[in-house]
């Protein structure tokens, strides 16, 4: 499956962005997605994940409230809605795809078999 995230770009800080994430490839539905973040010098990090049905979720302790993740199967993509962004937010998002069947979405990257290539976040203060 091949990953495509776009939606990135600069915002004030309490401002908000709307991420996609859009897959080709193979069944959609299949696939467990999940966003992460990487912020220069810092290690790739788990914002949210979506279950292929789009009835689990979960998010890290630090986007509850602020972040939604969805997704519409009939489009092949999955979003992150972000309010309320902060300047220790701005890190390069990525899209992930989990092809391997578990029950739950993971929190891992290394349970992400396909990645996007990433869309800058900017956030002023």
């Known amino acids: 499956v091949q990953l495509q995230a776009f939606g990135g770009g600069l915002v004030q800080a309490g401002g908000y962005l709307r991420l996609s994430c859009a897959a080709s490839?193979?069944?959609?539905?299949?696939?467990?997605m999940g966003w992460f973040r990487q912020a220069p010098g810092k290690e790739r990090e788990f914002v949210a994940a979506?279950?292929?049905?789009?009835?689990?979720?979960y998010y890290a302790d630090f986007v509850k409230g602020r972040f939604t993740i969805s997704r519409n199967n009939a489009k092949n993509t999955v979003y992150l809605q972000m309010n309320s962004l902060k300047p220790e937010e701005a890190a390069v998002y990525y899209c992930?795809?989990?092809?391997?069947?578990?029950?739950?979405?993971?929190?891992?990257?290394?349970?992400?078999?396909?990645w996007g290539q990433g869309t800058q976040v900017t956030v002023s203060s």
């Open positions: 979506i279950s292929g049905s789009g009835f689990t979720k």
């Open positions: 490839g193979r069944t959609f539905s299949n696939y467990h």
């Open positions: 992930a795809a989990d092809a391997m069947g578990r029950k739950i979405p993971s929190m891992k990257t290394d349970d992400y078999d396909y």
